[in-house]
């Protein structure tokens, strides 16, 4: 069984840092991509950054500039720093991760987090 265990989220003052970190665990071959989704009150889940095991990144348009997702496949772990937050930030922010089971696994699993919240606010 393969856990993802969120850490770093909180209150924070607009214009102010955060730093949210993500370890997988349990037994598969490799992880593929990993990323962070948000989800405010009364909204969908959205993609915020994804990484590949290649480090290939991509961000949505709003964080880009203010946000860094980075990894660390050694530890299966993915960093999500975010700076110059905003009120608009304030969500539940979700680890995902894609990743095969198996060496020989045709297609990626996809994993989610419990949810971090992140709150921007004087």
């Known amino acids: 069984q393969v856990q993802l265990v969120e850490s770093g989220g909180g209150l924070v003052q607009p214009g102010g840092s955060l730093r949210l970190a993500c370890a997988a665990s349990g037994s598969f071959f490799r992880i593929n991509v990993m990323g962070w989704y948000r989800q405010a009150p009364g909204k969908q889940r959205d993609l915020v950054a994804h990484?590949?095991?290649?480090?290939?990144?991509d961000y949505e348009d709003s964080v880009k500039g203010r946000f860094t997702i980075s990894r660390d496949n050694a530890k299966n772990t993915v960093y999500l720093q975010m700076n110059s937050l905003k009120p608009e930030d304030t969500a539940v922010y979700y680890c995902?991760?894609?990743?095969?089971?198996?060496?020989?696994?045709?297609?990626?699993?996809?994993?989610w987090g419990q949810g971090t919240q992140v709150t921007v606010s004087s």
């Open positions: 995902n991760a894609r990743l095969q089971i198996y060496m020989l696994s045709p297609r990626d699993d996809e994993f």
């Open positions: 990484i590949t095991s290649g480090g290939s990144t």
